[in-house]
């Protein structure tokens, strides 16, 4: 049996919107994969059913997971490509949802769908290969040429890493396959060595992106902290002046302190900081959000209490009432009560509330 071909390359980039023609392409190709890849999952399921191997039990479900999970993100971009209506700001969220987190599933939330279907693969070709579905009809340079593939995608995967460790292990398994290519050229049997290779590869491969996908996770996620580190610090400052104006200019204000993003120092790297770090930060920002609710909600009031005086003046001199002596006096008041400095609010309130009943109007045989 011929592989199934392997999951599309994806267009554009995270942030970037792609041109249509290439989502046109490559959700066309997305979705012939998808119906390939699963008919093949499907026959690895059944012959592991009838074979009793209950041992791969646990990669036929994660393989049908990773395949789920693409098919979910895959509708996904369909209803947003809304055949072909996208238009580039839909696009650049098509991007978002082929180069970012999946989320849900926990065997999948930090892989985006282009690591979910690399890892569908991976995963298939390691069952098919213990399964002996595929390899064992196969000849000896087939699978040779197959394992070579495999290599050189765990190599792009250990580079895209930078990690030394990950080249040496690629690196290890290309020297296997050096010796085995040699011994087979020379007619020996390499059978089991052969499929014992085949498994070591799939393994490399899928545990190579799953960690390219962490680090990538973890990336974004300590990108994302700085920038709201930032936009806190930021505003800082800003909601300082907004405190110092408002216990300037109104009586008794609220005694909140202005919380300080500094204190809880850089961002850290190490994933089990990051996260007790950024839960830090959404109190810091639910503090702010507080602070800034406590000292605008005084200056707030103040400013609809003078609008409110200014629009009854108004009502004031439509039905009459603003030449009387009553009325001049209670503008008076409410005015100085809402100028003063600092401002009572209870008392500008209380005068406020005693001019709207002083322009009210009055029965007609009264006027």
């Known amino acids: 049996m011929t592989r199934v071909q392997r999951a599309p390359a994806p267009p554009g980039a995270l942030g970037v919107a792609a041109e249509p023609a290439a989502l046109l392409t490559y959700l066309s190709d997305l979705q012939a994969w998808l119906d390939a890849r699963r008919a093949d999952l499907d026959r690895l399921d059944s012959t592991a059913r009838h ?59 930090l892989l985006s769908l282009v690591d979910a279907a690399r890892l569908c693969d991976a995963q ?73 290779l085949e498994d070591d590869v799939a393994r490399a491969e899928r545990d190579l992106i799953v960690a390219t996908a962490r680090r990538r996770s973890l990336a974004k996620d300590r990108e994302r902290a700085v920038a709201l580190r930032t936009t806190l610090a930021d505003r800082t400052p800003v909601l ?70 200014k629009n009854l003046m108004t009502k004031a001199q439509g039905n009459g009432r603003a030449t009387s002596s009553t009325v001049k006096a209670g503008e008076d008041e409410a005015r100085e009560a809402l100028d003063a400095a600092p401002c009572d609010l209870a008392m500008a309130r209380h005068f406020t509330e005693q001019l709207e ?5 009055l029965p007609k045989g009264n006027r």
């Open 240 to 309: 300082t002046r907004v405190a110092e104006r408002c216990r300037r200019e109104i009586t008794d204000p609220p005694r909140l302190a202005v919380p300080d993003v500094t204190r809880l120092g850089d961002v850290p790297d190490e994933p089990d900081r990051l996260t007790t770090y950024v839960q830090r930060l959404g109190a810091v920002e639910r503090a702010m959000e507080r602070v800034e609710d406590a000292y605008t909600a005084p200056l707030r009031e103040r400013a609809e209490l003078r609008y409110r005086v």
């Open 357 to 361: 009943m002083l322009v009210r109007d």
């Open 51 to 109: 074979s009793g191997e209950n041992a791969v039990t646990a990669d036929i479900v994660l393989a049908l997971t990773l395949w789920q999970a693409v098919r979910t993100r895959t509708d996904e971009l369909v209803t947003v490509w809304d055949s072909g209506r996208a238009d580039a700001v839909a696009r650049e969220r098509m991007s978002q949802l082929i180069w970012g987190r999946l989320g849900g599933d926990p065997a999948t939330s």
């Open 124 to 196: 298939a070709d390691q069952l098919a290969t213990r399964l002996s579905f595929d390899p064992h009809a196969a000849d000896v340079t087939a699978r040779l040429r197959a394992l070579s593939g495999g290599i050189v995608r765990a190599e792009d995967a250990a580079h895209a890493s930078a990690d030394t460790e990950d080249d040496a292990v690629v690196a290890r398994l290309r020297d296997r396959l050096a010796r085995l290519t040699s011994d087979a050229a020379r007619g020996a049997d390499v059978t089991g060595p052969l499929g014992a």
